[in-house]
């Protein structure tokens, strides 16, 4: 079996690495030089261009489409003195639909009438409108502290006893 041949003097390991941290130290002197100097260039360039130009340069060309719809026509809300609103009991407390008459009578709804709902479970209070009042049952249901909203889909104008606005109270 061969052995490898012993050195005769150590090898010097000391210097090997000094000479190559030294070489590593240069190379990243020279990147960071380049590096400056690209950085230098670009800002340079950036600077001499305007930013209307560099803008159109940097994003493409898009076509703008203006589509025309005519307005709709937006009636003015109808006083609330004009509004005819049923408040409904429909929490099962007794005086409640009564009071909230009141209160809204005070607010300005001229014709407003209590009476109680078929059902006293209703969890949360609501405004219901007939078709033509969205906007008008909106005002109410802020006035009332009301934020449910619906069309009263499916009740006759006898069932809401002639009302446009309809107010059922519930659990909240």
């Known amino acids: 079996m061969d052995h490898a041949e012993h050195l005769q003097r150590a090898f010097p390991w000391r210097t090997a690495s000094v000479v190559l941290a030294a070489v590593a130290a240069l190379e990243l002197v020279a990147l960071i030089g380049i590096g400056a100097t690209h950085l230098a260039s670009s800002l340079r360039s950036r600077a001499t261009t305007p930013p209307a130009t560099a803008a159109r340069a940097a994003a493409p060309a898009r076509k703008h489409v203006v589509l025309r719809v005519a307005a709709v026509p937006r009636t003015p809300l109808r006083p609330r003195g004009r509004l005819s609103v049923l408040v409904l009991n429909g929490n099962g407390v007794n005086g409640a639909a009564g009071a909230e008459a009141t209160s809204l009578a005070t607010l300005g709804y001229a014709a407003s009438r209590a009476a109680d709902a078929p059902r006293h ?9 007939v078709p033509g009042y969205l906007r008008e049952a909106r005002r109410l249901g ?3 502290h009301v934020r449910l909203i619906a069309p009263a889909d499916g009740a006759s104008r006898a069932e809401l006893r002639g009302s446009e606005l309809v107010v059922v109270l519930g659990g909240s």
């Not at 479970?121 to 409108?129: E, G, H, N, P, T």
């Open 121 to 129: 479970d209703y969890a949360r209070s609501m405004v219901l409108y």
């Open 142 to 144: 802020h006035d009332a």
